[in-house]
């Protein structure tokens, strides 16, 4: 006769099954080597959970929603296109405003690598995106000067205010979230300023836009029956990218600029110029940032809103943080997030979901994003418990 007690040996068994399970999970959420990755992978299947429960509240379909977001952004096919349309121009457009988000997230990283927040993202890429525009995408100049001198200029603006930045954090100890809300506020203004009073298109109230020539990306091709727009800014992305991670991994100003973000006062004490890394470090993120601003404004778009900043600006920190700080890791979050804001306009006309959820599942996984570090101190902290009490950890 069952009394429904479970016998030891029952009980042993699956205690043993659930440390088999449990420990090679903590040892990869744990250790260097496989953090990197598996605690951002973790990251995100918490947040699609959270994401799918919140579209069944809603009485939608996670998996429908979810497909439109993939179809909105070029990754699966829609049941119809306009002319000159097939998944290859959705996927290129993709590209076009995953370049910016890369280049910010990038710009973001370096920040962080020298132990600062970067929060001024978004007024760093308007800045360089409005005298970029001014005084090059209002000129005659032929496409093969008019190019390189975009982003050159955007790249110039972006490190000059970026270093104004750290000199206010070295000099006067100026925190830089601080003062970048604070520039935020002054380019928004500033530009919106003189947009409204000498660049007003009188008819979109946006910004004149810029010469063809100036763009950072091609239009007019053909191909059969497709019209195909060619972003530009993804080559400046993808190049970033190999430079952010050379001068981090591989150079010694790299290993400074890690070491001075660890602790400035040990890096002082080890001789270290903590001041030259604080500047050089935000200026070089200012420079990202201001490339971002380039491919956004004179790449994606070619016109500028007065007195608005680009959402595209913040959700860069996400990505940054959903990167694990890492420049490899910042191209799958780059994409990831660039999905759910691409993909959210097709994504409320096939699943009648509002678009501004996308934004709130952004929003879950920079939650989730951000307690990484906690879920691997908690994944730490387990292991050294099992150790103490005697547990094979094998």
Sequence with gaps: MRTGRTSPRAAALRRGLSRRLTVPFLKLLAEDKTSPFVVPLFSIVLSLTTASLLLAALGKNPLVAFAA?????????????????????????FLGILAPMLLGALGVIVAMKAGMFNIGAAGQMLAAGFIATVFVGYTDLPSFIARPLVILTGAA????????????????????????????????????????????DIHTRNSIVCSAASRLTITGITLGRLRLTLPLGMLIAAAAVLIVRFLLDRTTFGFELKAVGLNRHAAQYAGIREGRCMVLGMALSGLFAGLAGV??????????????????????IAVSL??????????????????????????????GVPKEIALVITGILLLFAACGAYARCLAQGELEKRKSYGHDSD
Excluded: C
Aim: no cysteine; charged share 5%.
């Design 322 to 351: 959903l990167a694990n700080s890492g420049p490899v890791g910042s191209v799958f979050a780059s994409v990831l997030v660039t999905i759910f804001q691409k993909g959210s306009v097709y994504m409320s006309s096939i699943a």
């Design 157 to 200: 603006a972006g490190f000059l205010m970026g270093a104004v930045v750290g000199y206010l954090k070295y000099k006067f100890n100026i925190h830089e979230v601080v003062s970048t809300i604070m520039f935020n506020y002054i380019v928004s203004y500033v530009t919106g300023f003189y947009i409204n009073t000498y660049y007003v």
């Design 69 to 93: 977001f993939l179809r909105g952004s070029g990754f699966m096919p829609r049941p119809s296109y306009a002319g000159g349309q097939n998944l290859f121009t959705d996927f290129l457009s």
């Design 295 to 316: 491919t956004y404004y004179l790449g994606y778009f070619n016109t500028i809103v007065p007195k608005s900043l680009a959402s595209l600006g913040y959700d860069a």
